[in-house]
């Protein structure tokens, strides 16, 4: 007896267009909250929203297109040089949970979504005020 494989969140969700929202809708509040567009050193946000949505795809079960153009995510080593205090989480953490409610997805997903990225912020505090 064969059984079909389980469906990827990724999947699940709607693929890379439901990332693709969430990162666009996450980084237009990013645009307009100054002290958390200070973390964000490229003039043209464009280029991180296509690193986080990339890292979130493949996370998720899509594509490995972040490991295979940008190696390990190393997303601790990666953010070092950047004071990420928990102010700039809850920051953060309140634009992307405001960009998660545009997606109207599941209550499953939407409940699984939300808890990795609330674990995800905290975790890259690496400095207290």
């Known amino acids: 007896m ?10 699940r969700v709607g693929g890379e267009p439901t990332f693709r929202v969430l990162v666009d809708r996450f980084y237009e509040g990013v645009a307009g909250d100054p002290p958390l567009r200070a973390l964000y050193p490229e003039e043209d946000l464009g280029p991180a929203a296509d690193r986080l949505r990339l890292f979130l795809e493949q996370y998720w079960g899509g594509p ?16 070092a040089p950047y004071a990420v205090t928990p102010d700039q989480r809850d920051r953060w953490l309140h634009h992307m949970l ?14 699984e ?17």
Do not use: C, K, W
């Open 98 to 111: 405001a960009a998660v409610d545009t997606l109207a997805l599941p209550e499953p997903e939407d409940a």
């Open 2 to 11: 064969t059984t079909e494989p389980t469906a990827s969140f990724y999947e």
């Open 113 to 129: 979504l939300r808890a990795y990225l609330t674990r995800a912020a905290q975790f890259m505090i690496n400095q207290f005020e």
């Open 64 to 79: 490995h297109t972040y490991s295979e153009t940008r190696g390990h995510p190393r997303l601790r080593m990666r953010h």
